[in-house]
């Protein structure tokens, strides 16, 4: 009875509006308290009833019933004897640990090999804390729980407290600290022995590289680090020591991966960088060099730097990232931070050294301290204004007590729309796609922007963006990812219901499979250029409407096993034959050896290498056989002329990382000849070699490939595949099992019914090429061809 990733990210969000401590909380309870009635008799325990008044008053919202349900399921049915201690840990630390660093595996199993260690103290001087009764009073009964009606269930009342504190960041790193020494402490003896310590230093290393940190440089910092904590030299850690290290010298909470989340407005969002010149710290002015050489914490989000030492002395003045109000008056102002480098001051001209003046995190304006005070207190969000969702435009949705505006059921928060020739960008990061890349963008993002604007799919599905932009019309989406987290987006906003106000999507390219961003000019991959410019490509872009199309399979003998169907739209493109086949291979290679396909140039030559050793020559020799196709309801031969191996539709002009399939139109009569191949279509007895390529023309294009030499002609771009029709529903049955991809997904189909047609068009963002502007024909078709379609 553990709450879903989703139920938990979303309590996490709705107790960060929560300002209540641990003692509010107990206060309620008393007997003058609001919530006293509710308890046993004994004081200890709360009801279904009790529990829901006490999460309306702590939360000051109605908490969504399924998730108030499976909370107090997961506090009434604690999880089974056995793994009490390893499920609870992985609830609790997925409160505070990021996606890669998970810490319990290493901590928990601990606890069943364990041999008891050599204490030098008798174990009954120590008192147990709250915290530590908590663990044990709920999660260590050895009480099978019975599932039976949960209104008759009680909960204890001080560990939910002391839940719903951790989470709420609003708890002290001292409280935060001696949680964690616990959740290490697997053997519960109040010590750290050398084993435990091994597991925080593993954590800490797993952080590090998450992080991509020089671990090697940083084994030995940790080891010593862990060596100085341990005070009085005895080789185990006690509460105390670890307290102490953890609040004066070291930041372990940092460290261990945790205070990284948004947690509290304010509070900063610490990551250790290495800096490539003199920086200083914001907290004691003095140039950052200590272990490790010129490295410090940096905010994310705001760029606020300081010494490991001095962390605990920064003040939380990071920025605001929505306002507490529903005020739509309200204005922006300057969000001022100690310069802590040198520059122009903006007002005077005159230079500004370091620590003599102030830069605003919004619109990066430098003034010398003096002229500060003389200047105007609002902000225009500077160079990036056109694509800030400014703090004041958003709001907790349970202040907006008018239940005006476009208030999605169940969301935190609440836009308005910015007024003026702006265009909000909602950023959806995949961190999966390209290495880490992924991860540093989502960083620089959240610096560049608004980081309620900037999305980690890997965390939150796309709705959970899309529904906060939901009430802002006049939004842009940038998806930043492969071909496949376009198509989870673009599938997602399906779902959105926007009507005729469907915010189009810009893409940024990371991973291999970018054939979409490609022929939408966005590139082939990201090369680290800087997210500014990307931004200013955006601004400029343009919008075409790109066709999409529904595809059904279905297996014509029902008894035969295929792979599952990876997407039910094509956005780019559909084969049958022998590429699917490459494609096949290069998916089942990737899966078994992904330690060589961990860059993108590598996936290239990879995919370059299987298709030209490749020798599929006899195996998909007679498709015309096992193959029959009807476009716009008319068979096409596909048997005359030298035999195909494979088939393919186009939605794009771009596959297999650029290649163009249909050709162009002129190039193609000298290189084919053979128009007694295609059946006319719809009657006409228009060629198909004049025929552009159009991706928001309702047709779709669909070619013959003979053989795996000619795919590397077409990819060298030599010549195009063989054309055979251009249409607007095709009807595929094949009679035999043949890999197919769809958008460079690769499944094996047994004999099946396959059916493509128009689902609908949807907006996309064209970027403004380079020098050598691409001359596709999105928006003119010939018009001989418009009695075609249809
Ligand atoms: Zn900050
Ligand atoms: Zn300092
Ligand atoms: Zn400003
Ligand atoms: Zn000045």
Redesign the pocket.
């Given at each position: 009875m553990l709450l879903s990733p989703e139920q938990f990210a979303k309590l996490t969000e709705y107790a960060s509006y929560s300002s209540h401590k641990l003692q509010d909380m107990l206060q309620w309870f008393q007997p003058s308290g609001m919530l006293h009635k509710y308890l046993s008799e004994d004081g200890d325990t709360l009801d279904y009833d009790g529990f829901r008044q006490f999460m309306n008053v702590y939360f000051g919202a109605d908490l969504p019933s399924d998730l108030t349900q499976q909370l107090f399921l997961s506090f009434a049915f604690p999880p089974g004897a056995n793994q009490h201690r390893s499920s609870f840990l992985s609830v609790v630390q997925s409160a505070f640990v990021n996606d890669e660093g998970s810490v319990g595996g290493v901590a928990c199993s601990s606890k069943l090999l364990e041999t008891p260690p050599i204490l030098s103290t008798p174990k009954t001087e120590r008192r147990p804390s709250l915290i530590e009764k908590t663990l044990k009073n709920v999660f260590f009964q050895d009480t099978e729980p019975k599932v039976d009606d949960f209104g008759l269930r009680r909960i204890p009342l001080k560990p939910l407290a002391c839940y719903l504190s951790l989470l709420s960041g609003s708890s002290l790193p001292i409280d935060k600290l001696e949680f964690v020494f616990h959740v290490y402490d697997s053997d519960d003896n109040g010590y750290l022995d050398s084993k435990e310590i091994e597991s925080i230093i593993e954590q800490m290393m797993n952080v590090a590289r998450y992080q991509q940190w020089d671990t090697i440089e940083l084994e030995p910092i940790l080891k010593k680090m862990m060596a100085d904590i341990d005070y009085d030299n005895n080789g185990i850690i006690s509460l105390e020591e670890w307290i102490r290290g953890g609040l004066t010298t070291i930041p372990l909470l940092v460290l261990l991966g945790i205070d990284t989340e948004i947690k509290q407005e304010g509070c900063h969002i610490w990551k250790i960088r290495h800096f490539s010149k003199l920086t200083y710290c914001n907290v004691c002015r003095q140039g950052l060099s200590s272990w490790g050489g010129k490295q410090g914490l940096s905010c994310v989000l705001c760029k606020y730097t300081s010494h490991e030492r001095c962390v605990l002395q920064a003040k939380n003045n990071c920025i605001h990232t929505y306002s507490p109000q529903a005020n739509k008056e309200a204005k922006m102002t300057h969000h001022w931070l100690d310069s802590n480098n040198a520059g122009k001051?903006?007002?005077?001209?005159?230079s500004?050294g370091i620590f003599e003046?102030k830069r605003c995190r919004w619109c990066n304006l430098l003034?010398?301290d003096?002229?500060?005070q003389a200047s105007i207190d609002e902000c225009d969000l500077g160079v990036l204004a056109y694509h800030i969702l400014p703090p004041t435009n958003i709001f907790p949705s349970f202040l907006n007590t008018k239940k005006e505006g476009n208030n999605e059921v169940g969301a935190l928060l609440q836009t308005t729309p910015p007024l003026g020739n702006k265009r909000p960008l909602l950023v959806l990061i995949n961190p999966k796609s390209g290495g880490r890349q992924g991860e540093k963008i989502y960083r620089k993002f959240q610096y560049l922007l608004n980081p309620r604007q900037v999305y980690n799919l890997g965390k939150h599905p796309p709705e959970i963006g899309l529904r906060l932009f939901k009430g802002i019309k006049n939004c842009s989406i940038l998806a930043c990812g492969g071909d496949g987290t376009i198509n989870w987006i673009l599938e997602s906003m399906d779902k959105m219901n926007y009507g005729n106000d469907r915010p189009p999507v810009a893409i940024l390219p990371l991973g291999t499979g970018n054939d979409l961003a490609r022929c939408l000019h966005w590139g082939g991959g990201y090369e680290s250029e800087p997210l500014v410019k990307i931004l200013n490509n955006i601004e400029k872009a343009t919008i075409v409407y790109l066709d999409r199309w529904q595809i059904h399979i279905e297996q014509t003998k029902k008894s035969d096993k295929g792979d599952p169907q990876p997407y039910n739209i094509i956005n780019n493109y559909f084969s049958i034959g022998v590429d699917a086949s490459i494609a096949h291979r290069f998916h089942v290679m990737r899966e078994k050896y992904p330690e060589k396909f961990n860059s993108r140039m590598r996936n290239k030559l990879w995919y370059l290498e299987l298709s030209t050793t490749e020798t599929l020559r006899s195996e998909y020799k007679n498709l015309h056989e096992q193959i029959d196709i009807l476009c716009d309801g008319e068979t096409v031969d596909i048997s005359s002329g030298p035999n195909l191996e494979g088939l393919a539709l186009l939605n794009i002009p771009s596959m297999y990382g650029g290649s163009n399939m249909w050709g162009s139109a002129r190039k193609e009569r000298s290189l084919w000849g053979k128009s007694s191949f295609f059946s006319p279509i719809g009657g006409s007895s228009n060629n198909l070699h004049s025929r552009v390529q159009d991706i928001s023309d309702k047709l779709v294009e669909v070619v013959g490939v003979e053989n795996v030499m000619q795919m590397s002609q077409i990819k060298a771009g030599v010549r195009g595949a063989r054309r055979l029709s251009q249409c607007g529903t095709v009807v595929i049955q094949t009679h035999r099992s043949y890999p197919m991809q769809i958008d460079g997904e690769a499944f094996v189909s047994p004999p099946s019914l396959i059916q493509i047609t128009h689902k609908n068009q949807v907006p996309m963002l064209v970027g403004k090429s380079g020098k050598r502007e691409l001359k596709f024909n999105f928006f003119k078709r010939k018009s001989v061809d418009s009695n075609c379609s249809h």
């Amino acid at each position: 009875m553990l709450l879903s990733p989703e139920q938990f990210a979303k309590l996490t969000e709705y107790a960060s509006y929560s300002s209540h401590k641990l003692q509010d909380m107990l206060q309620w309870f008393q007997p003058s308290g609001m919530l006293h009635k509710y308890l046993s008799e004994d004081g200890d325990t709360l009801d279904y009833d009790g529990f829901r008044q006490f999460m309306n008053v702590y939360f000051g919202a109605d908490l969504p019933s399924d998730l108030t349900q499976q909370l107090f399921l997961s506090f009434a049915f604690p999880p089974g004897a056995n793994q009490h201690r390893s499920s609870f840990l992985s609830v609790v630390q997925s409160a505070f640990v990021n996606d890669e660093g998970s810490v319990g595996g290493v901590a928990c199993s601990s606890k069943l090999l364990e041999t008891p260690p050599i204490l030098s103290t008798p174990k009954t001087e120590r008192r147990p804390s709250l915290i530590e009764k908590t663990l044990k009073n709920v999660f260590f009964q050895d009480t099978e729980p019975k599932v039976d009606d949960f209104g008759l269930r009680r909960i204890p009342l001080k560990p939910l407290a002391c839940y719903l504190s951790l989470l709420s960041g609003s708890s002290l790193p001292i409280d935060k600290l001696e949680f964690v020494f616990h959740v290490y402490d697997s053997d519960d003896n109040g010590y750290l022995d050398s084993k435990e310590i091994e597991s925080i230093i593993e954590q800490m290393m797993n952080v590090a590289r998450y992080q991509q940190w020089d671990t090697i440089e940083l084994e030995p910092i940790l080891k010593k680090m862990m060596a100085d904590i341990d005070y009085d030299n005895n080789g185990i850690i006690s509460l105390e020591e670890w307290i102490r290290g953890g609040l004066t010298t070291i930041p372990l909470l940092v460290l261990l991966g945790i205070d990284t989340e948004i947690k509290q407005e304010g509070c900063h969002i610490w990551k250790i960088r290495h800096f490539s010149k003199l920086t200083y710290c914001n907290v004691c002015r003095q140039g950052l060099s200590s272990w490790g050489g010129k490295q410090g914490l940096s905010c994310v989000l705001c760029k606020y730097t300081s010494h490991e030492r001095c962390v605990l002395q920064a003040k939380n003045n990071c920025i605001h990232t929505y306002s507490p109000q529903a005020n739509k008056e309200a204005k922006m102002t300057h969000h001022w931070l100690d310069s802590n480098n040198a520059g122009k001051c903006f007002k005077c001209k005159l230079s500004v050294g370091i620590f003599e003046g102030k830069r605003c995190r919004w619109c990066n304006l430098l003034l010398h301290d003096a002229c500060v005070q003389a200047s105007i207190d609002e902000c225009d969000l500077g160079v990036l204004a056109y694509h800030i969702l400014p703090p004041t435009n958003i709001f907790p949705s349970f202040l907006n007590t008018k239940k005006e505006g476009n208030n999605e059921v169940g969301a935190l928060l609440q836009t308005t729309p910015p007024l003026g020739n702006k265009r909000p960008l909602l950023v959806l990061i995949n961190p999966k796609s390209g290495g880490r890349q992924g991860e540093k963008i989502y960083r620089k993002f959240q610096y560049l922007l608004n980081p309620r604007q900037v999305y980690n799919l890997g965390k939150h599905p796309p709705e959970i963006g899309l529904r906060l932009f939901k009430g802002i019309k006049n939004c842009s989406i940038l998806a930043c990812g492969g071909d496949g987290t376009i198509n989870w987006i673009l599938e997602s906003m399906d779902k959105m219901n926007y009507g005729n106000d469907r915010p189009p999507v810009a893409i940024l390219p990371l991973g291999t499979g970018n054939d979409l961003a490609r022929c939408l000019h966005w590139g082939g991959g990201y090369e680290s250029e800087p997210l500014v410019k990307i931004l200013n490509n955006i601004e400029k872009a343009t919008i075409v409407y790109l066709d999409r199309w529904q595809i059904h399979i279905e297996q014509t003998k029902k008894s035969d096993k295929g792979d599952p169907q990876p997407y039910n739209i094509i956005n780019n493109y559909f084969s049958i034959g022998v590429d699917a086949s490459i494609a096949h291979r290069f998916h089942v290679m990737r899966e078994k050896y992904p330690e060589k396909f961990n860059s993108r140039m590598r996936n290239k030559l990879w995919y370059l290498e299987l298709s030209t050793t490749e020798t599929l020559r006899s195996e998909y020799k007679n498709l015309h056989e096992q193959i029959d196709i009807l476009c716009d309801g008319e068979t096409v031969d596909i048997s005359s002329g030298p035999n195909l191996e494979g088939l393919a539709l186009l939605n794009i002009p771009s596959m297999y990382g650029g290649s163009n399939m249909w050709g162009s139109a002129r190039k193609e009569r000298s290189l084919w000849g053979k128009s007694s191949f295609f059946s006319p279509i719809g009657g006409s007895s228009n060629n198909l070699h004049s025929r552009v390529q159009d991706i928001s023309d309702k047709l779709v294009e669909v070619v013959g490939v003979e053989n795996v030499m000619q795919m590397s002609q077409i990819k060298a771009g030599v010549r195009g595949a063989r054309r055979l029709s251009q249409c607007g529903t095709v009807v595929i049955q094949t009679h035999r099992s043949y890999p197919m991809q769809i958008d460079g997904e690769a499944f094996v189909s047994p004999p099946s019914l396959i059916q493509i047609t128009h689902k609908n068009q949807v907006p996309m963002l064209v970027g403004k090429s380079g020098k050598r502007e691409l001359k596709f024909n999105f928006f003119k078709r010939k018009s001989v061809d418009s009695n075609c379609s249809h």
